[in-house]
């Protein structure tokens, strides 16, 4: 019985940080052995050194009974601190992990106006303190995975016991533990291990950094994955329609609420068709305008040598160099030069007889409006989708446009997120869901659980069997 | 999605299939096609109506006989495996020339009205794909988009208002001022524009709740029928009787009289958006024959789904022999009051054919 320390040693050669601190005690000499990069010296001293000296280490600390190497092993690189009595030949764990970690701030990238504005941090267990906190419920539940061939990195599946969906449940195990992957960075490569149709476009998990998000899609019924050094977690199953809600819907009255989704709803579908109905309009059917509209918009382009295709392409290009780079520059010029860039380039690209002037209003409208949904990739899909139309329209006019469209439509209803169909208002319907779909009821109706979660509370009315 | 299970689908998909197949391009022509009865022809699409449902009896009579067969099965098991096999071969015929024929007349009107003057080829090579991908997902996703292009063309009834607005009610007064030879013109040119729900006998075998099928298929039918009626009556009100004699889409012409601040010509968005319709009539025809390749060879394949997709493409683009074609097209929906009538026929021979211990399952 018992590993010999040299066999440690030996495992842990080549490795700086790793510290073999020897010190006397009144009975022994021990080996204190951890990793420095992940251990802070104030707590080595408060949870190791001191209980030592004054003999109650082993109140804090677990005996490893049958210790073998690996077992050791994972502990230093977890962060544990391993004490070894030769004596005795017998190796006890502290849990030590102190290393460095940034504080709960305030979220970038799903900013609500009124509302909580915590967001998640990098810290697993800080991220699971931001929802156990909110949820303060023994019926929440959590299974706890190692994935990553190479970086071993933890993840969580936190999930209502009471509401959830044990199928869903099983299939997010089973897509866990199936993940073959060298390493994780961010849970969003994760979630694109776990899709079931990694070709389409579109996000079939729901990706946030607010724990109210997370918190209100576990009291939904929904299964929250998150993962350590990670500060996004995954919510799964999704409906497209939910890829445009914000929580602060629920935060405002339900009118305003109403209108501001509805807006980010349609301007989705908007953004996509806009500049592509220019192109076909002027290319194939100028008669659709009235006189009056089609003798400005001639005018506006009058000097313009390019065809609208064209035109369009190169507007379109211009606004995403603009923010593409004003995402990748440093944040203090990034503001400035994105800005003065536009308007330069907007301006003198009409002077320069480039683009026309309508043509820049609509470009701007729809890159604004490809921005309202709250979730980032889904913001992505539309301006990427954009790109599909604007050809379709140049290749046949209105006709590509709809053939592009039943594409869309075609390829939404056939997309699953965990299974379960995408497109929730069509299916799987459940009529609870349309007090809360383009109109947000007032609170008091919204009693029933989504028809996508499929949840097993007996509050909301059975979802129309289909999957 | 579930392409193992057979039975999938659910009465909302069972309605839509109904009512979307029915709903092509016969529809945008109807008024000119009943033309010879004149004004009194608006009540005739509620005739249809009565006519289909009545059609609808055997047709779901004979699927719950034989509930987990599709009519290729039933005609192998009726008539024997060979004259079973010939029969569908027939069928496949009707069904891939039907097919071409309401491609090619959605793309002429395409051309027509929205593409003047360039080349079809491409448009509808590609709307062939998009059917093809339509298909490949099997007849519930045929059906979900069905439910879709209902939802994003039902507001075309709005752009009738013009055509109320200008039109005149006393139109549609007297009802029966036609003589039996008029009835008959009418009934037999317009009674294809109904034609669609007779697949349901290819589709039955797959739906949930087989016992309430009659139903269902009953209030898709009757939704589309409004659909039709609409259109019919307002023409009625809106045109002349020498303009719905002689103006071929009766329908196009009243979305051109819509009049907005920012849009004119509403029959290009129309005739465009309509697509959605003729890519669930075809999808759900494709589906058809391509199930009845699978019950001539015997073995369910991908393939035939590519062939069938070709041979329609050959069959439009055909640049040989325009007449024939031409007169191909128009007169194969004459085939479809055959196929109309042909589920009597079988219902009469299942019920004279002596019994088998498997036959009745």
């Known amino acids: ?467 | 999605m579930d392409m193992n299970k057979v039975k999938t689908l659910n009465r909302y998909h069972v309605i839509f299939l109904i009512q979307n197949v029915i709903v092509g391009t016969s529809v945008l022509s109807l008024p000119n096609r009943l033309s010879s009865m004149g004004y009194s022809q608006w009540w005739m699409p509620l005739l249809f109506g009565i006519v289909a449902n009545l059609l609808l009896i055997p047709i779901i009579w004979l699927g719950l006989q034989y509930k987990n067969d599709t009519l290729f099965v039933i005609h192998e098991k009726l008539f024997g495996k060979w004259i079973g096999k010939l029969i569908n071969i027939m069928l496949l015929l009707y069904f891939i020339v039907i097919i071409a024929a309401v491609c090619s007349s959605y793309i002429e009107l395409v051309q027509v009205v929205a593409l003047i003057n360039r080349k079809i080829t491409i448009p509808l090579l590609i709307f062939l794909c998009m059917v093809v991908y339509i298909v490949s997902g099997g007849i519930k996703s045929i059906a979900r988009f069905c439910m879709i292009s209902f939802l994003l063309t039902l507001w075309f009834l709005y752009f009738l208002k013009w055509g109320v607005m200008d039109g005149n009610i006393s139109h549609t007064l007297p009802l029966f001022n036609f003589t039996k030879e008029e009835f008959f013109t009418a009934s037999k040119k317009g009674l294809m524009a109904i034609g669609g729900f007779e697949l349901i006998s290819f589709y039955f075998p797959h739906i949930i709740n087989q016992k309430k099928a009659f139903k269902h298929a009953s209030i898709g039918l009757w939704i589309s029928i409004g659909f039709t009626f609409c259109f019919s009556l307002v023409s009625v009100m809106f045109f002349s009787q020498w303009q719905l004699k002689n103006v071929l889409y009766p329908v196009l012409n009243l979305f051109k009289e819509v009049e907005l601040s920012f849009l004119e010509r509403i029959d290009v968005l129309g005739i465009t958006m309509w697509v959605f319709l003729i890519l669930s009539t075809v999808a759900a025809y494709l589906w058809v024959a391509k199930k009845g390749l699978d019950s001539i060879r015997s073995t369910p394949k991908k393939i035939h789904l590519y062939i069938i997709a070709a041979v329609v493409f050959v069959l439009v683009e055909f640049p040989y022999m325009e007449e024939f074609q031409q007169l191909m097209f128009e007169r194969v929906f004459y085939l479809m009051y055959a196929m109309f009538l042909w589920p009597i026929l079988l219902c009469f021979i299942h019920i004279l054919k002596p019994k088998k211990s498997e036959g009745g399952e």
């Open chain 1, 1 to 467: 019985m018992g590993i010999p320390i040299e066999a440690l040693k030996s495992k842990l050669a080549g490795i700086e940080d790793a510290v073999f601190k020897q010190i006397e005690t009144t009975e022994d000499e021990v080996t204190l052995i951890y990793f420095s990069s992940l251990v802070d010296k104030l707590t080595l001293h408060q949870m190791v050194i001191r209980p030592l000296s004054e003999g109650i280490l082993e109140n804090s600390s677990e005996v490893i009974v049958q210790p073998n190497i690996s077992e050791l092993i994972s502990a230093i690189t977890e962060g544990s601190t391993v004490v070894y009595f030769p004596k005795q030949n017998v190796y006890l764990k502290v849990n030590t992990f102190s290393a460095p970690s940034a504080s709960i701030t305030v979220t970038d990238t799903e900013s609500t106006v009124i509302g909580p504005t915590n967001a998640f941090t990098e810290s697993l267990e800080t991220n699971l303190s931001l929802i156990k906190r909110r949820i303060q419920n023994l019926n929440l539940k959590s299974n706890n995975f190692v994935i990553g061939t190479e970086t071993h990195t933890q993840v969580t599946v936190l999930y209502m016991d009471n509401i959830a969906n044990k199928e869903n449940l099983d299939i997010v195990i089973d897509k866990i533990q199936n993940v073959n992957h060298p390493g994780f960075n961010d849970s969003s490569i994760l979630q694109k291990l776990m899709d079931n149709h990694p070709f389409s476009p579109f996000p079939q998990y729901h990706e946030t950094d607010r724990p109210d998000n997370a918190v209100s899609a576990l009291l939904d019924g929904r299964i929250v994955i998150l993962m350590n050094n990670s500060n996004g977690v995954i919510i799964c199953p999704i409906s497209f329609f939910e890829l445009f809600i914000s929580p602060e819907d629920y935060y405002n009255r339900w009118m305003t609420a109403s209108l501001l989704r509805s807006i980010r709803f349609f301007g989705f579908f908007l953004t996509i068709i806009m500049t592509p109905t220019y192109i076909s309009v002027l290319t194939y059917h100028p008669e659709m305008l009235p006189f009056d509209v089609l003798l400005n918009l001639q005018e506006s382009r009058e000097k313009v040598p390019f065809s609208p295709l064209i035109e369009v392409l190169f507007m379109e290009l211009v606004i995403e160099i603009l923010r593409e780079a004003g995402s990748r520059m440093p944040t203090k010029i990034g503001q400035t030069i994105g800005i003065v860039g536009g308007i330069v380039i907007g301006t003198a690209a009409v002077e320069a007889h480039l683009v026309s002037n309508t043509l820049i209003v609509l470009v701007a409208i729809s890159a604004l409006l490809s921005f309202l949904p709250p979730n980032f990739i889904m913001s992505n899909t539309s301006r990427f989708m954009r790109y599909i139309f604007i050809f379709a329209a140049g290749m046949f006019g209105l006709f590509g446009q709809m053939i592009a469209f039943a594409w869309l439509f075609h390829h939404l209803l056939t997309l699953t997120s965990l299974n379960t169909a995408y497109m929730t208002p069509i299916i799987p319907r459940k009529s609870s869901d349309l007090l809360d779909s383009f109109v947000r009821m007032p609170a008091k109706f919204l009693k029933h659980t989504s028809g996508i979660a499929k949840a097993q509370s007996k509050k909301s009315p059975p979802v129309e069997k289909e999957e």
